[in-house]
């Protein structure tokens, strides 16, 4: 398995000796074993290896061919690449191609992006096992009989998977991780953790969003089990009482959600002894509200880009912290294996400024290397990742997250944080989250602000108390309130959705 550490599907294996005969897949009310889904993993398997395949899509979701599919490409020495079945057809198509896919695992949910995808495809590249009639011109695979994979040779610097961001260019971005990158993440994060079998984990965010590898490699890698949750009932988990949720992943927006709409009452969530956060800078607020709703529950905030391979810092948050509700916990020290630097506009190592990374969790480049220019720093010898996200050295808690660097924008030629206006509106608007976008106009670029949950306010009453604390060029041009926070598929807060209601609400003010 080479000095790095085991292969990302090996942490399963761990997991079923671990908990022989145990529970490892809850998916609506069909429950697996660590067996029975080892078995179809295998089936899965067993095609995809006798034929060599190399880069498998994943167009598969909230199913048990999607989990067993990712687990089968790797077994069969292939690197996984999840494929959102709801996704436009010219993004589908793209990163199909970006990838250079010459095998797809499906289910009933891939169905019509399949359609999409098959002149992609020679015939018998298409791998199903719950799809009851194939697209007109499809011919797909059955899973062979459960049996050992036959695969190549395989290393820890072989390719694990690939997940697809935004990119500069307005494509999808490729970001390849190998397995010795997620299994040094997997290692940490249960070194951090005490969990073992019988631990139920929540698996709530799709397979394109990294933080799944989280949810499912150390619930399996601990022999726990995986409860498989949809998006309704992820935004009532005081209902899963029934289910009796141990481990629980959110991103902060996800949670302040909850608790604006009044769903974490104190106690709860008795049964959740550790809370995993990521995605998002997290309110000292949110975290109170959370343990209050799971009062026996640990708190471990943690960052990192899908670059460096889940999540590389973490902070584990004291209910005793007097810090106000707006302010943001820290994001703490980095994993082993993970060194962090911070450097200045000059590249200068500083106390305070842009995050750069590099060690066991981190990727190497992304699969165009076009991708990679401004993206990494040469220091003192070494080469590192730059995050673009802005911190604050603290004695006291570590790394603090203050930001994006590029949320530094000119406004009347003014420079002007994005986070610091954020702050100034969430200590005038108690018990709203904030977002602060700038959109653009034939005038120059305009600062915009969503408030989200809270006391519904008009724009003079926030503008008048935050007149207090910004000076007159960093208040919005635009302010508007809504009920409850607005979300994507992945929990988070959707900025493009909100930076497109913003456009439409200057253009119409501007032509009234």
């Known amino acids: 398995m080479g000095a790095d550490g085991p292969l990302l599907d090996h942490w399963f294996d761990r997991g079923r000796s671990l908990a022989p005969g145990g529970p490892a897949l809850c998916v ?55 494929l959102a079945p709801d996704a436009p057809p010219d993004r589908l198509t793209a990163v199909a191609a970006a990838a250079g896919l010459d095998a797809v695992v499906v289910d009933a949910s891939g169905a019509a992006g399949l359609a999409t995808l098959l002149p992609l495809f020679g015939p018998d590249a298409i791998l199903a096992a719950d799809l009851p009639d194939p697209p007109l011109g499809a011919r797909i695979r059955r899973p062979g009989p459960p049996g050992p994979a036959h695969a190549p040779a395989r290393h820890p610097d072989d390719l694990a998977y690939l997940m697809f961001t935004s990119g500069s260019t307005g494509a999808p971005k490729g970001v390849p991780i190998r397995h010795r990158n997620v299994s040094a993440f997997v290692r940490a994060a249960l070194d951090r953790h005490d969990f073992r079998p019988g631990d139920r984990f929540s698996q709530i965010h799709e397979l394109t969003f990294d933080l799944s590898m989280s949810e499912l490699f150390l619930a399996w890698g601990s022999g726990a089990c995986l409860h498989v949750l949809n998006r309704l009932q992820a935004l009532a988990p005081a209902r899963l009482a029934g289910r009796r949720i141990t481990v629980w992943h959110a ?16 106690g709860s969530l008795p049964d959740v002894r550790t809370t995993l956060f990521c995605g998002e800078p997290l309110t000292t607020g949110t975290a109170r509200a959370w343990h209050a709703a ?17 999540a590389c810092t973490g902070h584990r948050w004291d209910d005793a912290d007097d810090a ?21 506009e000059d590249g200068t190592p500083a106390d305070t400024g842009e995050l750069c990374l590099r060690g066991a969790q981190v ?24 995050t673009g996200d802005r911190v604050r ?45 700038t959109v653009g106009s034939g005038t ?6 969503c408030l989200m949950g809270g006391e519904p306010v008009t724009q003079a009453e926030v503008l008048g108390r935050a007149a207090r604390r910004l000076p007159a060029y960093m208040m919005p041009r635009l302010l508007w309130w809504v009920p409850a926070p607005v979300l994507n598929a992945n929990g988070k807060v959707d900025r493009p959705y909100l930076r497109r209601v913003a456009e439409r609400r200057l253009a119409s003010m501007q032509s009234s």
């Open 28 to 82: 609506g009310q069909q429950t697996l074993t660590y067996d029975a889904l080892d078995r179809e993993v295998s089936a899965l398997a067993g095609p995809l290896a006798a034929d060599g395949r190399r880069r498998v899509g994943i167009l598969a979701a909230r199913s048990v061919t999607a989990y067993a599919g990712f687990l089968a490409a790797l077994r069969a020495g292939a690197c996984a690449v999840p």
């Open 363 to 386: 990727f190497t480049g992304y699969l165009d290397p076009a991708e990679d220019e401004g993206r990494f720093l040469d220091h003192a010898g070494q080469r590192w990742y730059r």
């Open 251 to 266: 991103t902060p927006s996800l949670a302040a959600s909850l608790r604006i709409a009044g769903r974490l009452d104190p």
């Open 294 to 310: 799971a009062p026996g529950s640990l708190i471990d905030n943690l960052y990192g880009p899908t670059e460096a391979a889940v």
């Open 444 to 449: 120059g670029p305009h600062l915009v602000a």
């Open 324 to 344: 106000p509700d707006d302010a943001t916990v820290p994001i703490g020290e980095p994993f082993p294996g993970v060194h962090t630097l911070v450097v200045d």
């Open 393 to 437: 050295r603290d004695p006291g808690g570590g790394l603090v997250h203050l930001g994006r660097a590029d949320s530094q924008v000119k406004i009347q030629g003014y420079r002007v944080e994005l986070g610091e206006v954020a702050a100034a509106l969430r200590a005038v608007a108690p018990g709203a989250e904030v977002a602060v976008l």
